[in-house]
T-cell receptor, first 113, second 114 residues
Framework: NAGVTQTPKFRILKIGQSMTLQCTQDMNHNYMYWYRQDPGMGLKLIYYSVGAGITDKGEVPNGYNVSRSTTEDFPLRLELAAPSQTSVYFC????????????FGPGTRLTVL | GDSVTQMEGPVTLSEEAFLTINCTYTATGYPSLFWYVQYPGEGLQLLLKATKADDKGSNKGFEATYRNETTSVHLEKGSVQVSDSAVYFCALGLRSGANSKLTFGKGITLSVRP
């Protein structure tokens, strides 16, 4: 199993540009998550999904959109990039009950200039 | 709401020193508690977990005990190594329900010098 994979690893955007961060997991996990990690701030939940076709907002959803058309994929869309979205983005997945382990991808480092 | 508070960092130790990283939490209900580790340039990975009161999680020489009476789950290791240099996150999660989300602390950077 590859686990949770994310692409790209790095990206620089100009203000106002859009992009999609890709996330794929091959563990047949029903739950998937997007977090952002800012220096000294821990991880903040952006969006999550409990299964294909179901998504919900997390703590910091503004400026982002998600979709979950399949169990495997959970892309994160930035429509109008802003400098405040400069961060490291992590995708994670989990199977079943909440006291199981969340598996994280390697992250995407995004800079908006 | 649920929250996790970790001690301020960074922490620098010499190899073979004793490590304690404090973590306290506030939660409704009975959460599960986790320690995640992030090595440089990598994503987070689970270090250990404790899913109920008095539970002790352990892995790679690290231990943490779920203390319901003090709402804490401090991370300890008797003798740290240079390879333990990383960022450590405390997190709590709801035990059940459709909203299986983790709440993370801010993380603390540990540097171990030879």
């Amino acid at each position: 199993n590859a686990g949770v994979t994310q692409t790209p690893k790095f990206r620089i955007l100009k203000i106002g540009q859009s992009m999609t961060l890709q996330c794929t997991q091959d563990m047949n996990h029903n739950y998937m998550y997007w977090y952002r990690q800012d220096p000294g701030m821990g991880l903040k939940l952006i969006y999550y999904s409990v299964g294909a076709g179901i998504t919900d907002k997390g703590e910091v959803p503004n400026g982002y959109n998600v979709s979950r058309s399949t169990t495997e994929d959970f892309p994160l869309r930035l429509e109008l990039a802003a400098p405040s979205q400069t961060s490291v983005y992590f995708c994670a997945s989990l199977f079943g009950a909440s006291y199981n382990e969340q598996f994280f991808g390697p992250g995407t480092r995004l800079t908006v200039l | 709401g649920d929250s996790v508070t970790q001690m301020e960092g960074p922490v620098t130790l010499s190899e073979e020193a004793f490590l304690t990283i404090n973590c306290t939490y506030t939660a409704t209900g009975y959460p599960s508690l986790f320690w995640y580790v992030q090595y440089p340039g990598e994503g987070l990975q689970l270090l250990l977990k404790a899913t109920k009161a008095d539970d002790k999680g352990s892995n790679k020489g690290f231990e943490a005990t779920y203390r319901n009476e003090t709402t804490s789950v401090h991370l300890e290791k008797g003798s740290v190594q240079v390879s333990d240099s990383a960022v450590y996150f405390c997190a709590l999660g709801l035990r059940s329900g459709a909203n299986s989300k983790l709440t993370f602390g801010k993380g603390i950077t540990l540097s171990v010098r030879p």
